[in-house]
């Protein structure tokens, strides 16, 4: 059987490592190097570009591997954040016991989304799911079932516990919030590289042809929609536990216009340009939160040029490389033994 190449893995395994590991080392340096109230404010905005990885990563599954425009994913974020909320300030469950039941509570309200709509291709997609995001909006804001606290949101939420362990400083909460975007790093690197992943980059590329080779689209289009959505729930327990104040502003339109350019920006389908986009958009917001005017006015020029100078996006996906050496010795006689060279060639 043709691989991918080994090397390409190695590379990408050991550049992931490398990269948490200076993350882990920054709260230290922080401190080392005499940041203000040790980093306290650095430290802030490093969580908040980790809950956004952690939220953008779960919809490149959808956007940049599947193909599908996807420009909802906020309202499976807040319904997260919400069910943790609800259930930690009115039951007074623990944060963590919360988070399987946030993602699955989005995971279901998704599904029973798609169901009507999978079908449906490019701007169509993308008009429902605004529509998504803007009905969602709305529903908080009204108090759904007395619960979500109308447009003042739900405040007092409890830190997370862990073994005794209470996540109450910014520190802690950089390693609890970078532990699981690490976590969500390995577990769509894995998804990117099994069977799974690459029917759903053939369903990307073209969804006719995928299906003439016996993949069910409809199916994998289903299952990637809902697995997106139960990781976004997740994100949002960690959103609702690092802030302890939600509302539904913090849910808006403008939130799913931002996650759809950090995809996009970073070079849809590939999991180190969600993590740069992530970076560049969420940080440069926080360092022209002076601006707050402009701001709207530079991201859309930027987007702008992007789109006329970089497309593809800053760290476009590689293409896969295929070893044939394997197959040496292999072919029936008469076939000569430099046809495997001949076979080497390159996938997107």
């Known amino acids: 059987m043709i691989s991918d190449m080994p090397s390409n893995r190695n590379f990408s395994l ?25 980093g306290i404010a650095q430290l802030d905005m490093l969580n908040k570009i980790g809950i956004y990885a952690m939220l953008a990563l779960s919809l490149n599954v959808i956007l940049g591997q599947a193909g599908m425009f996807h420009m909802g994913h906020t309202a499976f974020f807040a319904m997260g954040a919400y069910t943790t909320a609800i259930l930690n300030t009115v039951y007074q469950w623990p944060i963590f016991a919360t988070m399987p039941v946030a993602g699955l509570f989005a995971a279901i309200f998704a599904f029973l989304l798609a169901l009507p709509i999978i079908h449906l291709r490019g701007d169509y997609l993308l008009v429902v799911t605004i529509g998504i995001v803007e009905i969602v909006g709305i529903s908080l804001k009204n108090n759904l079932f007395g619960l979500t606290g109308g447009a003042n949101g739900i405040y007092g939420i409890a830190r ?29 690197y894995l998804l990117e590289h099994s069977r799974f992943g690459r029917a759903l980059n053939y369903i990307r590329d073209d969804d006719l042809a995928a299906s003439g080779c ?32 939600i509302e539904p502003t913090s849910f808006n339109f403008y939130e799913s216009v931002l996650l759809f350019a950090i995809v996009i920006l970073g070079g849809g389908g590939r999991i180190a340009g969600v993590l740069l986009g992530s970076f560049l958009l969420i940080g440069l917001q926080d360092v022209f939160r002076g601006f707050e005017s402009a701001r709207m006015l530079v991201f859309g020029a930027a987007m702008m040029l992007m789109m006329i100078f970089r497309p593809q996006g800053l760290l476009p996906p590689r293409r896969r490389r295929y070893n044939a050496r394997p197959l040496v010795g292999r072919f029936p006689p008469g ?3 430099s046809m495997p060279d001949l076979m080497k060639g390159e996938r997107t």
């Open 14 to 38: 050991s550049a992931g490592l490398l990269f948490f590991l200076i993350m882990a080392l920054i709260p230290t340096a922080l401190e080392l190097g005499g940041a203000a109230r040790g």
């Open 160 to 188: 997370p516990e862990l073994l005794g362990l209470v996540f109450s400083t910014p520190k802690l909460q950089f390693y609890l919030i970078w532990g699981f975007t690490a976590l969500t790093v390995l577990l769509f």
């Open 214 to 245: 016996g993949i069910n689209v409809a199916r994998y289009k289903l299952i990637v929609f809902t697995l997106g959505a139960f990781w976004a729930g997740m994100a949002g327990t960690l959103f609702a536990a690092n802030i302890r104040t």
């Open 335 to 337: 076939i000569p033994d």
